[in-house]
T-cell receptor, first 115, second 113 residues
Framework: AQTVTQSQPEMSVQEAETVTLSCTYD???????LFWYKQPPSRQMILVIR??????QNATENRFSVNFQKAAKSFSLKISDSQLGDAAMYFC????????????FGKGTKLTVNP | EPEVTQTPSHQVTQMGQEVILRCVPI?????FYWYRQILGQKVEFLVS????????KSEIFDDQFSVERPDGSNFTLKIRSTKLEDSAMYFC???????????FGPGTRLLVL
């Protein structure tokens, strides 16, 4: 079964500090794509970052970076210099290349940013 | 920047009524998806659609659900006879191609009474 596990239901960080959100997933496929989506209180799903499984280099997008460990099936998100606007639910997700490419989501981590 | 739009933003309906949720995907995208998120739970895949056909559907997507691309811009999800448990946030998403990022709309919050 395709599953995504986010072991931290809630996390908090001080403004300007760094926080890491954990994600592990389970698939027997070798070609897949991993994502972090952000869902603020408005509930819109916003793409944060994407990682192709065939790439060894970790993706980076401004203050957001990932630590992708393919063998361990781990895909954590690091947020540097946290800002109040980063407060949201963060969902880890992936899809398998080929077929319908449906996204499989984790349950999410609620991030609070303290001023 | 192009974005996926959805209407209505909120819908309240009575159990047993039909609802149609509308989405306008990004204009050059070819793959379309519906997901739902029951309050407090994770986002779940419902259906994917390409080339005017369903390419995959989940167990949730039973005979009460249907999708349609009635013209070149809209993508709709119809729930024929709503149940209480259909209350959820429904997200439309689209992507340009396979192995491309899916971009989500703002969602339609459906409440079935």
């Amino acid at each position: 079964a395709q599953t995504v596990t986010q072991s931290q239901p809630e996390m908090s960080v001080q403004e300007a500090e760094t926080v890491t959100l954990s994600c592990t997933y389970d698939t027997s496929e070798s070609d897949y794509y991993l994502f972090w989506y952000k869902q603020p209180p408005s509930r819109q799903m916003i793409l944060v970052i994407r990682q192709e499984a065939y790439k060894q280099q970790n993706a980076t997008e401004n203050r957001f970076s990932v630590n992708f460990q393919k063998a361990a099936k781990s895909f954590s998100l690091k947020i540097s210099d946290s800002q109040l606007g980063d407060a949201a639910m963060y969902f880890c997700a992936y899809f398998i290349q080929g077929g319908s490419e449906k996204l499989v989501f984790g349950k999410g981590t609620k991030l609070t940013v303290n001023p | 920047e192009p974005e996926v739009t959805q209407t209505p933003s909120h819908q309240v309906t009575q159990m047993g009524q039909e609802v149609i949720l509308r989405c306008v995907p990004i204009s050059n995208h070819l793959y379309f998806y519906w997901y739902r998120q029951i309050l407090g739970q994770k986002v779940e895949f419902l259906v994917s659609f390409y080339n005017n056909e369903i390419s995959e559907k989940s167990e949730i997507f039973d005979d009460q659900f249907s999708v349609e691309r009635p013209d070149g811009s809209n993508f709709t999800l119809k729930i024929r006879s709503t149940k209480l448990e259909d209350s959820a946030m429904y997200f439309c998403a689209s992507s340009f191609g396979l192995a491309e990022t899916q971009y989500f709309g703002p969602g339609t919050r459906l409440l079935v009474l």
